[in-house]
C-alpha cells in the first residue's frame, strides 16, 4: 500500500510541476504580448522605438508573442477617419506593421487596399454630405417661409438646420461605418493570420 502511495504522490507531484512550468509559459507569453504592445505604443508616440531591434531582442520562441502584442498596439491605430483627420496616423501604423512583417510580400498588397478604403470612405462621406444637402436645400424655401409667417423676420437657412438633417445624417453614417468598418476589419485580420503565420 505504502508503494501505491508513494506512486501516487509521485504523479502528483509531476503533475504540479508540469502545471507550474506551463502558468510560467503563459506567463512569459503575456509580459511578451504586453512588451510588443508597450513596444507598439511608443512606436505610435514618435518615442524613436526601433521596432526591429526589439524584435531581434526577443528570445526566438517569445517572438510570436511579442509580434501580436506589437499587431494589437498598431492596428488599434487604424480606424475609419473622422471628419478633418488625416490618414497619417494609419499610415504610421501601417509602417511598424511593415517593419515588424520585415516587408512580407503578402503584407504590401492589404495595407494598399487598406489605404483605398481610408480614402474611399472620406470621399464618400464628403459626396454622403454634399447630397443630403442638396436635397435638403430644395426644402428651405418652404421652412424659411414658414418661419417668416411665425417670426414675421424673414431668414437665411442653411439645409443643415433643417430638424431632419442630423436624423439623416447619422442613420446615412451609421449605415457607411457600418460597411466600410466590415471591409477594415477584415483586413485586419489577414494582416493578423500574415504576421502570425511567419513566426
Known amino acids: 500500500m ?13 503533475a504540479a510541476r508540469m502545471e507550474a512550468e506551463e502558468g510560467g509559459e503563459d506567463l512569459m507569453a503575456e509580459d511578451q504580448v504586453k512588451d ?8 505610435m508616440r514618435d ?6 531591434a526589439a524584435l531581434d531582442g526577443c528570445p526566438s520562441e517569445a517572438r510570436g508573442h511579442f509580434i501580436k502584442g506589437v499587431a494589437e498596439a498598431l492596428l488599434r491605430n487604424i480606424n475609419l477617419p473622422r471628419e ?4 497619417d496616423i494609419a499610415g504610421q501604423a501601417m509602417n511598424g506593421l511593415t517593419l515588424v512583417g520585415r516587408n512580407h510580400q503578402d503584407l504590401l498588397p492589404v495595407f494598399g487596399d487598406l489605404t483605398k478604403i481610408l480614402d474611399q470612405y472620406r470621399k464618400h462621406c ?8 442638396a ?34 445624417l ?4 451609421d449605415e457607411l461605418n457600418g460597411q466600410y468598418g466590415r471591409a477594415i476589419d477584415q483586413h485586419k485580420q489577414m494582416i493578423v493570420q500574415i504576421l502570425t503565420s511567419m513566426v
Open 2 to 14: 505504502a508503494e501505491i502511495k508513494s506512486t501516487m504522490e509521485m504523479v502528483l507531484a509531476r
Open 126 to 133: 464628403e459626396q454622403l454630405k454634399e447630397q443630403l444637402e
Open 47 to 52: 518615442e524613436k522605438t526601433d521596432l526591429l
Open 84 to 87: 478633418g483627420e488625416s490618414l
Open 170 to 173: 447619422h442613420k446615412a453614417m
Open 135 to 168: 436635397n435638403f436645400a430644395q426644402m428651405m424655401p418652404q421652412l424659411e417661409a414658414a418661419m417668416a409667417q411665425k417670426t414675421g423676420q424673414h431668414m437665411k437657412l442653411q439645409p443643415s438646420q433643417h430638424p431632419k438633417y442630423q436624423e439623416e
Open 36 to 43: 510588443g504592445m508597450r513596444a507598439g505604443a511608443a512606436y
